[in-house]
């Protein structure tokens, strides 16, 4: 399983764009990654997933460059209500999403 | 209004105590899963079912037990063997075990 390394923690401001990085040095062929947010006291909700160069939906964009060791979830005009952890997983979800690992993410927190 | 529904929110063992958490699903999702968190850390995987009468060990099976009987129900027991049984529990569903993982609002237990 290719292993992630997140920051543990960022802190950014309303109306900012935060872009969190995940580093993944032996990501395989048939791995994608995958982002989801969680707010305390909740279950994490799915925000993107790609598999190269970048992938956007209405909440956030996903860069991948092209050796995809490392990927960058951007978050445009932060609000309050962003503030989360974001998990990034890295996995062949091809053979199923019980093999991802859930690490310990990157604790963002927007302040006024 | 289709989702995750876990019951209850907060739970109190006691010592010895065997306790059932609840989780119900009306997305008509074959793959069901149950995560533990500890407070700061990640997601761990317990148990993971991808049809009806089917299931799997995760990562930290111990102490655990679950049943899939119905498609859209997997309560999971907390039994007397697992010795520290302090956490937030997460059920989440798919559509198929290659697909994005939906969470419930979770369940916290705690030992009295």
């Known amino acids: 399983l290719a292993k992630t390394t997140q920051p543990i923690s960022m802190d950014s401001y309303e109306g900012q764009e935060v872009n969190i990085t995940c580093s993944h040095n032996?990501?395989?062929?048939?791995?994608?990654i995958t982002w989801y947010q969680q707010f305390p006291s909740q279950g994490p909700r799915f925000i993107i997933q790609?598999?190269?160069t970048k992938v956007t939906n209405e909440v956030a964009s996903l860069f991948i460059p092209a050796d995809r060791k490392s990927s960058t979830l951007s978050l445009p005009r932060v609000s309050l209500s962003d503030t989360a952890v974001y998990y990034c997983l890295v996995g062949d979800t091809n053979t199923g999403f019980q093999k991802l690992v859930f690490g310990t993410g990157t604790r963002l927190l927007v302040s006024p | 209004d289709g989702g995750i529904t876990q019951s209850p929110k907060y739970l109190f063992r006691k010592e010895g105590q065997n306790v059932t958490l609840s989780c119900e699903q009306n997305l008509n999702h074959d793959a069901m899963y149950w995560y533990r968190q500890d407070p700061g850390q990640g997601l761990r995987l317990i148990y993971y079912?991808?049809?009806?009468?089917?299931?799997q060990k995760g990562d930290i099976a111990e102490g655990y037990s679950v049943s899939r009987e119905k498609k859209e129900s997997f309560p999971l027991t907390v039994t007397s063997a697992q010795k520290n049984p302090t956490a937030f529990y997460l059920c989440?569903?798919?559509?198929?075990?290659?697909?994005?993982?939906?969470f419930g609002s979770g369940t916290q237990l705690s030992v009295l």
């Open positions: 032996n990501i395989a062929t048939n791995d994608y």
């Open positions: 790609g598999y190269k």
């Open positions: 079912s991808q049809i009806v009468n089917d299931f």
């Open positions: 989440a569903s798919s559509r198929g075990m290659n697909e994005k993982l939906f």
